[in-house]
Each structure stands twice: as structure tokens, then as C-alpha cells.
């Protein structure tokens, strides 16, 4: 048994002990103030607040993206751009989620959810290989805000890029799922670093370990009632379809504080609705057992014992959530593999030009995915290797160029051609590499049945040439 499937199989297991079955009545939270000595009027020690405002300013930058004209508004889209991503002194509106019909936002600017806060504080910032350029994590989406602000509407037809959807699913990596699994769930938990019988900070009426617990859940982006939801429902309220699931409080509007369904958590949902998975409601309880135990501890510091036991509870978040992107890019690599036949059998140009824009944008989301799995606590080694040479720095294009690097000033360098046959046998070698290394279960748009039938034709193709 590969060494990777092995350690799925005993997180998997892992898993199943420790999280247990989430049921309809398992909410996060409130939970009790537990601090020693404090004397403010706060009664609920819940507080990730912080990482919803990022949150928003994730879905805010992801529409911003595709706001430009092709070059005229660059300057400034760049500099709106950058607010969302790095920070402003502003009180910054919400681009998105807005309120849609019925459907009703509570707050309208950041600074109600949460004030002060960045994206870019928050990034990963280690080396990002699956990016041209020798970059680092925050070069890397710096490079993809300057390009976006220059395109048509976030899309580059010549080097097939998706603006839009390239800063979010990386982002959905490089800062939710960075901070949470190699941050709060990782050297927080250490027994010196944020202990529990401290408050997090001066005035704070949570302890050290409480606040670091909830910060990771916030990043995860499930609502506190999550699991009175199915993966249809909350699938649907992601999409802003569902007010009365989501309406907890049933006060006719949606908080984004508690109440609503970001990316990780959509993206976990949207796995689940096969019913091979059960991302979800698994990593939920994961969350809320390891909540009910620091609490427990009554703003003592945590035992040794303690602390093994919390360090299940974030593996089993960890494998769970490293899963779930794998699953996105499984999914997407399906999507282009998909598109690339409707690209070679377009009746016209009009059909074929409408072909090639789902592909770039479903090229974007799973070059995103991939981006966003090599963000994390783990070192995915040769894995990250043959998954950037199989999906490249760009898509095959159009002329059957394919983006190969970026010159002094930024600019996408395209000096190879690559056949459209050979990269769809791509696309299936890297649902295979996942299926393989990370154990996908729900695999969506599966198509590595054709993977045989597909090698072999290319492989009798090359011969013939060659006789």
C-alpha cells in the first residue's frame, strides 16, 4: 500500500473515533467564559469574526477580478484590488455576497463584520513552484491582481487564464487553509503558545487555546448551525438560494457572522451532495468536540492528555479538509478534460469560442485547487511535482501554445506547442495521481475510465508517425 493511501486509511479511521455522527442539534457554540479573573460583561467566548471579514474580502477581490475593461481602468482596478488583498484605512463596502432578492445581507461594509483586517497578512508566503517566475505564495497572487486588472473582464483568452477564478481557489488554500491547518491547528496548539489558563490577548474573555480553536473554524467558513443543514442545503445557501435554512435566528436576514456558507465549507458540501463523502458534518463535529474539550478545562491550562486528544480532533480536520481540495481539482480536471471535446466538435466558431471560455474558466478553478493543495501543513513532494508538470503554468490555447514561463517584467512567455489530444490524456492522469496519492472518494466529472482507451490511441497514433 503506498505510503500516502496508508496514511489516509488511518485518518479515515481516524476520523470515524473521534468525530463521531454530527446531528441537526450540534451547534458551535456559545460557549461559557472560562478565563480566570475576568470581570467584563461578555457571557460568550465564540469570536472568528476576523476570519469572516477575510472571507468577505476573498468573494469582494474574486469580483473585483472581472471587473476590467481591457486596460483603460487598469490602474485603478489594481489599486481597488489591493485594498481587499493588503488592507485599507477605509471602511471597505461588500462587492460580495450581496443581498439578492429575498435573500438579505445583514452587514454592507467590512469594518461591521470586523476592522483592521487583510488577506495578505494572512498568506502563505513559502515558495510556490506550480507558478512561472520563481515566486513567492504572495508574489504569486500580487502578479495574478496586476494581470486581472488589466484583462477583459478577468479573462485572457491568448494565455487562457480566469482571473476571478484563479485568485479565489488559490487564495481558498493559501490563506483558509494555510492558517487553519498550519497555523492555529498546528503550532497553536503547542503547550506554550496561546495556553489556556492566558487570555489570547490583554482584555480578550477568551483564553489562549478557545480563540486560536475558533480562528481556525472561521477560516473553514460553515455557519454555526451548519449541521441543521444537508449538503443540498447548504450548497443552496452558498448560492443565496435558501433564505429559510440559513436564517438561524429567523430575524429575515442573513449574518455573515454565523449564518452563512463560504468557500472551504461550500466546497465540502458540494462533495458531500454525491453521498460517497461526508466532509462535512465530519469535520464539524471534529471542530465542535475539540471546542467542548478546551472549554472543559475550565481556563486551566491544557494537560498533555488534553492536548494528544486536541491534536486528533485536527487531524482529522486536516485530512478532511486537504480532501476536500483535492476532490475540487479532481472534479475541474474532469471539467477541462470534458471541455476539450466540446472545443474539437463545435459546429462553428460561436460555439467554439463559448467552449473555450467554460474551459479557461474550468481551467482556472482547477489550477487554483491544485495551487491551494500545495499551501498546507504537508509537503506533498513528487506528488506536487507531476501534478504541476501535468496541468503546466497555463491551458493549452487556441494556437496550441501554453503558457512556459514570465519575462523580467511579468509578462507570460508561450514557446511551446502542446497537441489538445495529449493534454486531455493529461487532465486523466491527474484525476489517477489523486485518486492514487490522496484518496478521493466523491470524484466528480470522473473520467479515468477512458484513461486506458485514451493512452493507447495516442500511443498508436505516435507510432504510426514514426513507421
Do not use: C
Not at 445581507?105 to 463584520?113: F, H, R, S
Not at 474539437?344 to 463559448?354: I, V
Amino acid at each position: 500500500m503506498p505510503k500516502n493511501t496508508l496514511r489516509s486509511s488511518v485518518l479515515v479511521l481516524a476520523s470515524l473515533a473521534l468525530a463521531g455522527t454530527a446531528t441537526a442539534n450540534d451547534i458551535y457554540g456559545p460557549f461559557p467564559v472560562t478565563l480566570k479573573g475576568y470581570t467584563g460583561d461578555k457571557t460568550n467566548t465564540v469570536s472568528y469574526s476576523g476570519q469572516v471579514a477575510r472571507n468577505v474580502l476573498h468573494d469582494s477581490l474574486k469580483k473585483l477580478a472581472g471587473q476590467g475593461d481591457g486596460g483603460a481602468n487598469a490602474a485603478e482596478l489594481e489599486a481597488q484590488m489591493m485594498k481587499y488583498f493588503a488592507g485599507s484605512d477605509e471602511d471597505l463596502p461588500i462587492i460580495a455576497p450581496v443581498s439578492k432578492g429575498d435573500f438579505k445581507i445583514k452587514q454592507t461594509t467590512v469594518n461591521q463584520i470586523s476592522k483592521g483586517k487583510n488577506i495578505s497578512g494572512k498568506f502563505y508566503d513559502g515558495a510556490m513552484p506550480a507558478w512561472p517566475g520563481n515566486m513567492t505564495g504572495k508574489q504569486v497572487v500580487e502578479h495574478m491582481i496586476k494581470m486581472a486588472a488589466k484583462s477583459n473582464k478577468g479573462y485572457d483568452a491568448e494565455n487562457g487564464m480566469d482571473w476571478g477564478q484563479l485568485i479565489s481557489k488559490y487564495t481558498m488554500g493559501a490563506m483558509n487553509y494555510n492558517q487553519a491547518v498550519d497555523n492555529y491547528l498546528d503550532e497553536k496548539l503547542g503547550a506554550d503558545n496561546k495556553p489556556n489558563n492566558k487570555p489570547y490577548s490583554d482584555g480578550a474573555a477568551y483564553t489562549g487555546k478557545e480563540h486560536s480553536w475558533d480562528e481556525a473554524f472561521g477560516y473553514w467558513g460553515a455557519p454555526a448551525h451548519a449541521m441543521a443543514m444537508d449538503a443540498n442545503q447548504a450548497y443552496n445557501v452558498a448560492k443565496m438560494k435558501d433564505l429559510t435554512t440559513a436564517d438561524a435566528n429567523l430575524d429575515g436576514v442573513i449574518d455573515l457572522k454565523s449564518e452563512y456558507v463560504f468557500g472551504p465549507a461550500y466546497y465540502a458540501a458540494g462533495a458531500d451532495k454525491s453521498g460517497k463523502t461526508s466532509y462535512m458534518p465530519t469535520m464539524f463535529k471534529a471542530f465542535l468536540d475539540g471546542r467542548k474539550l478546551i472549554t472543559s478545562a475550565n481556563g486551566e491550562a491544557l494537560t498533555d492528555a488534553q492536548r494528544a486528544q486536541l491534536k486528533g480532533y485536527a487531524s482529522v480536520i486536516e485530512e478532511n479538509w486537504e480532501k476536500v481540495l483535492a476532490e475540487a481539482t479532481f472534479k475541474y480536471a474532469g471539467s477541462v478534460y470534458k471541455d476539450i471535446t466540446k472545443i474539437s466538435q463545435a459546429a462553428d466558431d460561436e460555439a467554439k469560442a463559448k467552449a473555450y471560455r467554460d474551459y479557461v474558466k474550468h481551467w482556472g478553478e482547477l489550477k487554483g485547487f491544485a495551487m491551494a493543495l500545495q499551501s498546507g501543513k504537508n509537503n506533498l513532494g513528487s506528488t506536487a511535482v507531476k501534478l504541476n508538470q501535468l496541468i503546466g503554468y497555463g491551458p493549452v490555447t487556441l494556437n496550441n501554445t501554453y503558457v512556459t514561463g514570465v519575462d523580467a517584467d511579468g509578462n507570460f512567455i508561450r514557446d511551446r506547442r502542446r497537441t489538445w489530444s495529449d493534454y486531455r490524456l493529461q487532465m486523466l492522469q491527474t484525476q489517477k495521481l489523486l485518486a492514487d496519492t490522496i484518496g478521493v472518494k466523491a470524484r466528480a466529472n470522473d473520467a479515468t475510465g477512458d484513461l486506458a482507451a485514451l493512452a493507447d490511441k495516442l500511443n498508436e497514433q505516435t507510432t504510426a508517425e514514426t513507421d
